[in-house]
């Protein structure tokens, strides 16, 4: 059987039982669209083609798979095979195999793929339908078997009898046909049921009395074949996947303190010996090098942290930390921060749009927005930079080896030259030499005996 790999991904319908503005196969797992992991899984068996029909909110689902597939618009949603059908302009005269599958089904892993098309190569069926047994099969049609072991019946629940209704292998909804065979029966299955759809399911019967042969793959791992209908199945989907993607970087040599509360989108890469405590999210496309310690309770979007990094109860996003540097607690760094190497971010700072150069100090109660801070410079508690007078963001400069005292304001546009202090207290508006002590304060008063007249005449009162 020669020829491309084609694939058909059925998206189309409404999913009215998620109960959402978004569609279906656009809800998140594992931080991205269930979509986007049947794509992953596709073009890693080395699908040629993937087409996808669309129906519902058609564009923003387009819009958001981008050029990983090929639209195909089905107007009116009339069942799973008249969606099929719509790709026949596209696949119709084409040789080789294509596969469909539901939208929903998110968990169906690359090795099973492989199976089921390794299974039909083999078997020279026109079709290959992959089955699964459940402990409770109820709802799912049951795969009944001839003597030689080709498929002869997909026996839906409504119509099974008692006997076959204890048959536990059921029908997945995830298939592989010859293509032309594909074409020539789905163009006659018709609609006569209580819905006035047509379902691909009844193409097999049709394939039979076509004297094609029907054969079944079946995977022992039936979690991977949840279909996700609503938001409990999206909830259990999510678990599934969690664990799975936390396992895979245990085995890989990351150190998961506890799985079962760790959170890991399916793009995170993280280096051998980084231990990961509990309560840490990390999601997007985020790298974490080796030997790391993140955690417990970190949040990290799409960042980019360096070989032996530590990080405890902070949140990073769209942020670059070079190795051996401490961050937190309750550190929060906001897109565009650079942190260079050996640098200690300490509690309850915020960093945004700013580069912190190699060793210096940042380690508690301080602000450093538009700023680009140079090496082991020293930030003092309280230490602020004014980057906003109400209409424009401005820059703070403060050059290597700079000390700035405590409870420093530094009214950007401004630059501290290098290795110059900041004395305490000191609001800063005009340039620090290199070398300068900045002293911008009022100088202290004190009244000998204040106080005391103050209670005598208080107390005359």
Do not use: W
């Not at 299974?119 to 699964?132: G, I, Y």
């Not at 001839?146 to 076959?164: L, S, Y």
């Not at 193409?203 to 079944?216: D, T, Y």
């Not at 100090?361 to 980057?387: F, Q, W």
């Amino acid at each position: 059987m020669n020829g491309e790999r084609y694939a058909i991904v059925l998206a189309a319908g409404k999913g009215t039982r998620m109960k959402s503005s978004l569609h279906k196969v656009l809800h998140p797992i594992g931080g991205k669209p269930m979509v986007e992991h049947i794509f992953s899984t596709l073009e890693e068996v080395g699908i040629d083609e993937i087409y996808l029909v669309v129906g519902h909110d058609a564009e923003a689902v387009v819009e958001r798979v981008g050029g990983r597939a090929i639209p195909v618009l089905q107007e009116e949603q009339l069942g799973t095979a008249h969606a099929v059908l719509q790709t026949e302009p596209f696949l119709g005269e084409r040789e080789g195999i294509t596969l469909v599958i539901n939208g929903d089904t998110p968990l169906v892993t690359a090795e099973t793929m492989k199976g089921l098309l390794s299974r039909h190569r083999e078997s020279e069926a026109a079709a290959t339908l992959l089955t699964t047994k459940l402990d409770r099969p109820t709802g799912y049609g049951r795969i009944l078997y001839d003597e030689m072991g080709n498929v002869t019946k997909i026996v839906e629940e409504k119509e099974a009898t008692p006997a076959e209704k204890m048959i536990q292998e059921v029908n997945v909804g995830l298939y592989t046909f010859h293509t032309k065979f594909l074409f020539d029966a789905v163009q006659k299955i018709e609609n006569k049921n209580q819905q006035g759809e047509y379902y691909l399911t009844d193409i097999f019967p049709i394939l039979q009395e076509m004297g094609q042969k029907i054969s079944a793959y079946r995977t022992e791992n039936q979690h991977e074949t949840i279909s996700i209908n609503d938001r409990i199945a999206l909830s259990e989907a999510e678990r599934i996947l969690r664990m799975r993607i936390n396992e895979r970087h245990m085995k890989e040599g990351v150190t998961l303190q506890d799985p079962e509360r760790t959170y890991i989108d399916a793009d995170v890469r993280i280096g051998t010996d980084t231990v990961i405590l509990a309560g840490t999210h990390l999601r997007g496309n985020t790298r974490i090098g080796e030997g790391c310690i993140i955690g417990p309770d970190v949040e990290i979007t799409d960042s980019i942290i360096g070989d032996e990094v530590t990080i405890s109860r902070s949140v990073l996003i769209e942020s670059r930390v070079e190795e051996k540097t401490t961050i937190g607690p309750f550190a929060y760094l906001r897109p565009n921060s650079k942190i260079g190497k050996k640098v200690k971010i300490g509690d309850f700072v915020e960093i945004k749009n700013s580069s912190v150069g190699d060793g210096a100090k940042v380690p508690h109660l301080t602000y450093v927005g538009d700023a680009e801070i140079g090496a082991r410079v020293n930030m003092s508690c309280g230490s602020i930079t004014v980057n906003y007078d109400g209409v424009h963001k401005h820059k703070t400069v403060v050059e290597e080896d700079a000390f700035i005292g405590c409870n420093v304001n530094l009214v950007a546009p401004v630059t501290v030259g290098k290795g110059a202090f900041i004395a305490a207290g000191s609001t800063i508006t005009d340039p620090v030499p290199p070398g300068a002590l900045a002293v911008a304060r009022q100088r202290q008063v004190n009244k000998e005996n204040y106080v005391a007249k103050l209670m005598a005449k208080k107390k005359g009162e």
